[in-house]
């Protein structure tokens, strides 16, 4: 079982930074592909970025590419999303998640909300 809790949202203006963490419970956090998804209102859930258990394969959406980096600390069971170059349409509700594999999340975290105003 592996619990996850998202923090680093906030509001940000337009062109602006922000870094999520995404801090694990557990002793297995090493064995698990990390995710960032992200859900706007009256849209699906969609990922964001996925790193590999130890960090040396990555994957990102299109929209994020050049702007948003995903990182690990396997040593702090966190994982990081560092987002710049924020845009209006990057508002959403912000979601860590864990699987065994890339492509098959079995934990999710509650949250947090991301706005970035124009």
């Known amino acids: 079982q592996v619990q996850l809790v998202e923090s680093g949202g906030g509001l940000v203006q337009a062109g602006g930074s922000l870094r999520l963490s995404c801090a694990a419970s557990?002793?297995?956090?090493?064995?698990?592909?990390l995710g960032w998804f992200r859900q706007a209102p009256g849209k699906e859930r969609e990922i964001v970025a996925s790193i590999s258990r130890r960090g040396g394969s990555t994957y990102y959406a299109d929209s994020v590419k050049g702007r948003f980096t995903i990182s690990r600390d396997n040593a702090k069971n966190t994982v990081y999303l560092q987002m710049n170059s924020l845009k209006p349409e990057d508002t959403a509700v912000y979601y860590c998640?864990?699987?065994?594999?890339?492509?098959?999340?079995?934990?999710w975290g509650q949250g947090t909300q991301v706005t970035v105003s124009s």
């Open positions: 557990g002793r297995t956090f090493s064995s698990y592909a």
């Open positions: 998640a864990a699987g065994v594999q890339v492509s098959k999340w079995d934990y």
